[in-house]
């Protein structure tokens, strides 16, 4: 996106909703008309969410979920007046909101119908906001209205002064109805951060599809009470998993606790808490769980994309986090990561095995190859997510060269250290060295030094020095036989040879001895 069309569709946005434009505006029963800044329209909204108790959130079908998210896309991609699909049409009102606080105009997907003139809307499917001339590629999340006193107005005001670029509330208090979720029993069904058939889902799977490899953050706002925990604010990965250095989550505490340095944050590592959001279907995706499986697997680790924040009531307030935000995720243009570290190689049977440290900032990876040590390098695979990656386009007995660049919206980085490898066909172990034999009474004692890759010895004897050799034990674990049960007087020559997956290796030296 340029700076240009930003302004233009701001511009187009703001004379749409003055004025009025071809927009998909359906007559509808609770549309906050009177509301004229975002916190104020998100009060307005939460007044009249199905509430506690009410039985009032109705599960949107997989249809309406599809075209949810096909509305969620074309107002990242920055369209504001095109008809709402179908499904949605009636129930959900799209239109523009000038904030006559700061003048700004933003893109907004509300919950409108009311058929039954109760006051409340008819499904609790919820809200979502964009603001086309962000600067900041966030997404601010309030999961749990009302029932996390003020999270949800904590989140669009933060999101209104940071220029963040989404702003996602759920549609119905986390207790509107009484059934179990069927996606965590533990939950109930209007729950948003822990059930999968509502909309609040389905935003940030398109959300991830909208960003796929770019740098973004999904911060969810959420409340606990003062006596939860030992600390006044908990932030998480949504993994019960400490965070490293150059972790986002890290720069944001310690940004808090500059501007507010008697304030108690914790994150895990710290057993300050245990309200770690391992369960939350919205991180769990973030994380990289595949949407299909969110319900029943936690994450393996995390990406950095999704915070979990739990406050105190009394460190709700939006002032107080406000500067920390801007602080931690500048505006600008984004800047590359840092190089990649660690990069190691590892040869196998026609493949390699690359590992490396993670870049911080780094969204994604790109793998080169090279014939040569120092280069050059051509391009072997891109968008690696992680940090590891297996080359099986390779030839054994030749020796390959590999670096790493980490990438995000902001560009490559330099390259990471050069690792090499020559990969092989598997290999027999190496024949045992060493080999002695003692002699005892009517028996002798044979002992060698371990080969490479051995899993196991087969021992071999003759009464002829030469050989040839009977294999009188297999599958020998150590590295000692006594061979019992001999003539006393006659003198025996013993070989050794190594055993695992991939044969047998040739014979040790002989040693002889004469049992007595």
Not at 126 to 146: K, M, N
Request: contains cysteine.
């Amino acid at each position: 996106m340029t700076s240009n069309w930003r302004y233009v569709f701001a511009l187009t946005l703001i004379l749409f909703g003055l004025f009025g434009g071809p927009m998909d505006v359906h007559a509808a029963d609770l549309t906050c008309s009177t509301a004229t800044t975002l916190d104020a329209l998100v009060t307005c909204i939460r007044g009249q969410m199905p509430g506690s108790g009410s039985n009032g959130f109705i599960a949107p079908s997989a249809t309406q979920q599809a075209e949810w998210r096909t509305v969620v896309r074309q107002m990242l991609e920055g369209s504001c007046n095109f008809a709402v699909p179908a499904s949605l049409s009636g129930v959900m009102q799209l239109r523009t909101f000038v904030d006559m606080g700061n003048g700004k105009g933003y893109c907004l997907f509300m919950e409108v119908q009311d058929a039954n003139g109760n006051g409340e809307v008819d499904r609790g499917w919820g809200t979502f906001i964009v603001d086309p001339i962000a600067d900041r590629e966030l997404s601010h999340q309030a999961p749990h209205p009302i029932y996390d006193s003020t999270t949800e107005n904590q989140g669009v005001t933060i999101f209104r002064d940071t220029n963040s670029r989404s702003y996602l509330m759920c549609g119905a208090h986390r207790l509107a109805n009484s059934q179990t979720s069927s996606c965590q029993t533990s939950y109930q069904v209007a729950d948003c951060a822990h059930n999968v058939d509502n909309m609040f889902q389905p935003t940030n799977q398109e959300l991830l599809a909208f960003y796929g490899a770019n740098p973004w953050t999904a911060i969810q706002w959420h409340g606990m009470a003062a006596s939860s925990c030992s600390v006044e604010a908990y932030m998480t990965h949504g993994r019960n998993q400490a965070p490293v250095p150059g972790d986002k989550i890290l720069e944001l505490k310690n940004n808090m606790l500059t501007l507010h340095p008697t304030w108690n944050i914790g994150v895990p590592g710290t057993n300050a808490c245990n309200l770690n959001g391992t369960d939350n279907v919205q991180g769990r995706l973030l994380n990289g769980v595949p949407a299909g499986s969110v319900c029943g697997t936690a994450a393996a680790g995390y990406t950095g994309r999704f915070i979990h924040n739990e406050q105190d009531p009394g460190f709700r307030d939006p002032a107080d986090w406000l500067q920390a935000v801007k602080d931690t995720w500048t505006s600008g243009p984004p800047q590359p990561p840092e190089a990649p570290t660690g990069l190691t190689a590892s040869p196998g049977n026609v493949q390699v095995s690359l590992s490396w440290s993670a870049s911080s900032g780094a969204a994604s990876y790109s793998v080169k190859r090279g014939a040569m040590s120092g280069g050059p390098y051509a391009s072997l695979a891109t968008g690696v997510p992680g940090t590891t990656y297996t080359d099986a386009a390779v030839v054994n007995g030749t020796t390959y060269f590999y670096v790493v660049n980490a990438v995000n919206a902001g560009g490559e980085s330099p390259a990471s250290n050069a690792a090499s490898a020559t990969p092989s066909a598997p290999q027999p172990p190496s024949a045992p060295t060493g080999l002695t034999a003692s002699p005892g009474k009517k028996k002798v004692a044979l002992s060698w030094s371990g080969a490479t890759g051995a899993v196991s010895y087969n021992v071999k004897r003759s009464t002829t020095n030469g050989g040839p050799y009977s294999v009188i034990a297999t599958g020998v674990a150590g590295t000692a036989y006594t061979n019992t049960g001999l003539q006393t007087g006659r003198t025996y020559y013993y070989v050794v040879s190594a055993v695992n997956a991939n044969g047998e290796s040739p014979n040790s030296n002989q040693a002889a001895a004469t049992a007595k």
